[in-house]
């Protein structure tokens, strides 16, 4: 599982491949300690995640014109 064509940012990928590594490797069972910089990650990018959300509620279509071309296309 190698993370080279993600949009991670590439600091993180020798964590997350060492991350998943362990996870293959281990039963359900052992612990597999936390890694605080993936957590920071995720954290700092959730409010930034949410604003993108936020955005994408906001938008307004354009409905009637694209339930026109929908039904034309059905003809």
Do not use: C, G
Not at 18 to 23: I, P, R, S
Not at 32 to 39: A, C, F, K, Q, R
Not at 48 to 65: C, G, H, P, T, V
């Amino acid at each position: 599982n190698d993370l080279k064509d993600t949009m991670l940012e590439d600091k993180l990928k020798t964590e997350v491949n060492h991350l998943l590594e362990l996870k293959m490797k281990s039963k359900e069972t052992e612990y597999i300690p936390v890694v605080n910089e993936l957590n920071l990650y995720i954290k700092n990018k959730m409010q930034e995640i949410n604003e993108q959300a936020y955005k994408l509620n906001d938008m307004r279509f354009e409905w009637d014109n694209l339930n026109k071309y929908f039904l034309k296309v059905l003809q």
